[in-house]
């Protein structure tokens, strides 16, 4: 079951509840996947695109204004993944979201949580 686990929590609600948005595109899309729903899926992984897209803009805009020391690196990984969900997009057009497309989304997005977001957690807790 993909869904959001307060594992993942930040401690930013701000930032918590569009991870959890995030995780329920993920699951839309899953379900669109499994019942092979060609122009769900393709709204699914367009909404995941843009939602993902406005939160990666979000998050960046509160890390630069925090100061935070990662950000670069950050920003790099967003970019990468921005890439490649465009290119997922893309193919979704002539073709139906594949199993192994929802595995590749959630598994970058719940490691890009637990690790790379969770390192900024404390960072956003600092008195400044
Ligand atoms: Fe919440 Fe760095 O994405």
Same mark, same amino acid.
């Given at each position: 079951m993909?869904?959001?686990t307060p594992a *993942?929590s930040?401690? !930013?609600e701000l930032?918590?509840? &569009?991870h959890?948005?995030?995780?329920?595109w993920?699951a839309?899309? #899953? =379900? $669109?996947?499994? &019942? +092979?729903?060609? *122009?769900?899926?393709?709204?699914?992984?367009?909404r *995941?695109k !843009?939602?993902?897209? =406005?939160h990666f803009a979000?998050?960046?805009a509160?890390l630069?204004?925090t100061g935070?020391?990662?950000?670069e +690196? /950050?920003m $790099?990984? /967003?970019e990468t993944?921005? %890439?490649r *969900? %465009? +290119?997922?997009h893309l193919?979704?057009?002539g073709? #139906?979201?594949s199993? #192994?497309t929802v595995?590749?989304?959630?598994?970058w997005l719940?490691n /890009?949580?637990?690790?790379?977001d969770? $390192?900024?957690?404390?960072?956003?807790k600092?008195?400044?």
């Amino acid at each position: 079951m993909i869904e959001w686990t307060p594992a *993942l929590s930040t401690g !930013n609600e701000l930032l918590d509840e &569009q991870h959890k948005a995030i995780f329920r595109w993920l699951a839309e899309l #899953d =379900s $669109a996947a499994a &019942q +092979e729903r060609t *122009l769900f899926g393709a709204y699914a992984i367009t909404r *995941l695109k !843009n939602y993902t897209r =406005s939160h990666f803009a979000a998050e960046e805009a509160l890390l630069k204004a925090t100061g935070y020391p990662g950000l670069e +690196e /950050h920003m $790099a990984e /967003h970019e990468t993944f921005r %890439a490649r *969900l %465009a +290119e997922l997009h893309l193919k979704s057009i002539g073709e #139906d979201i594949s199993a #192994d497309t929802v595995k590749f989304l959630t598994d970058w997005l719940t490691n /890009h949580i637990a690790r790379s977001d969770m $390192a900024y957690a404390p960072y956003l807790k600092k008195p400044r």
